[in-house]
């Protein structure tokens, strides 16, 4: 799939102000602990500085990312992924992160704002404007410093399946549609595998996965108002939920394989 975005949230900022235990984690991280996300991952000045509170949300990006980069690490290491005819790689490389306003050029082409957060496997590079926050609370009705955090390990996702080459298979008989909810499913359930791993150190409860949940339930493609099932291509609401949860209460990539579920309709 190189050369095309991989569009992990909904197809188509802000950073929220309720106190929560997983936002302050993230940000000791940043600036403690977790100092991959800082020498890794990229972002471009302008749209970070843009305001305070863009910049607060490339802030928890960055930490996001890191606790990511720790998690994936440590997996690759283990050797405890999916294969797809090749042997998955030992060593994790990590992603960078692309902050952006309106409109960014991508190693995949040129993008704007309107396509939410997405990963390009041609550049290896997580693209998000910070406004997407905002879309998130106000028009998806999917508040939370958890499901902000859920949205970007699902790109992560993405990433790790261009890795052990997730993103190459296309079982046959099925559309490209059914092959792209087979993808976006898997990626839901690899960011529940980073929440799993990432529980204890960012403290996450019952309220912060509740948060998730209610994000995967907001992007499933029939909740953004696709009617027909032959039109989806990101998984249904319960789809989404339910992937979410195999990997978040598993913690065990190996459940993540869509690609073994024979058929189609029983994802």
């Known amino acids: 799939m190189k050369g095309v975005l991989v569009i992990g949230a909904i197809g188509a900022g802000v950073y929220f102000l309720a106190p929560a235990s997983v936002k302050q984690a993230l940000l000791n991280a940043l600036s403690g602990g977790a100092q991959s996300g800082q020498t890794t991952s990229g972002s471009s000045g302008s749209a970070c500085e843009a305001s305070p509170t863009n910049g607060k949300a490339c802030d928890f990006s960055r930490a996001v990312l890191a606790s990511t980069e720790d998690v994936w690490a440590a997996r690759f290491k283990q050797g405890s992924l999916p294969k797809y005819g090749v042997t998955p790689p030992s060593t994790y490389t990590d992603p960078t992160l692309v902050v952006f306003g309106n409109s960014v050029s991508t190693g995949c082409g040129n993008a704007t704002s309107d396509v939410g957060p997405f990963y390009c496997p041609g550049d290896q590079k997580l693209y998000i404007d910070p406004t997407f926050y905002d879309v998130m609370e106000q028009r998806l009705k999917a508040p939370g410093d958890f499901a902000q955090a859920y949205v970007i390990a699902h790109e992560v996702g993405h990433h790790v399946q261009n890795l052990i080459g997730a993103t190459s298979v296309k079982p046959a008989g099925e559309t490209n549609n059914q092959t792209s909810v087979r993808v976006e499913l898997q990626a839901d359930c690899l960011a529940g595998v980073w929440g799993h791993t990432a529980r204890a150190s960012l403290k996450i409860d019952d309220s912060d996965l509740k948060e998730a949940v209610t994000a995967a339930h907001a992007i499933g493609?029939?909740?953004?108002?696709?009617?027909?099932?032959?039109?989806?291509?990101?998984?249904?609401?319960?789809?989404?939920?339910?992937?979410?949860?195999?990997?978040?209460?598993?913690?065990?990539p190996g459940q993540c394989d869509t690609f073994a579920v024979a058929k189609y309709a029983e994802l």
């Open 221 to 252: 493609d029939d909740a953004l108002g696709h009617s027909k099932s032959s039109d989806y291509t990101h998984g249904s609401s319960a789809q989404r939920i339910r992937w979410f949860r195999r990997g978040f209460d598993s913690g065990d």
